[in-house]
């Protein structure tokens, strides 16, 4: 992945806008590798789908996946950041 710092700095006041996302990797990667396409589609039942915007909806996701989507820096404590 990228380093963010770093990518800050070198960018600069050439960013306008950032839509982040950071992911783990799992034990899943050694053998589907980080184009894991064991995803399933949207679920059809409405109180099992995870909605991400205005009637956008996740895939289901895999028991095992290769990845997953974290929380942005997560693993990393408050002295990283600082």
Not at 50 to 68: F, I, K, L, N
Request: aromatic share 10%; proline share 7%; with cysteine.
């Amino acid at each position: 992945g990228m380093d963010i710092i770093a990518a800050i700095e070198l960018l600069g006041d050439h960013i306008f806008h950032v839509h982040a996302k950071d992911t783990v990797i799992l034990p899943g990667i050694a053998t589907r590798g980080v184009l894991d396409s064991s995803f399933g589609p949207v679920p059809d039942d409405p109180d099992v789908r995870v909605q991400t915007g205005m009637e956008h909806y996740c895939s289901s996701w895999p028991s095992d996946p290769a990845w997953r989507f974290v929380a942005i820096g997560n693993g990393h404590d408050v002295t990283w950041w600082t």
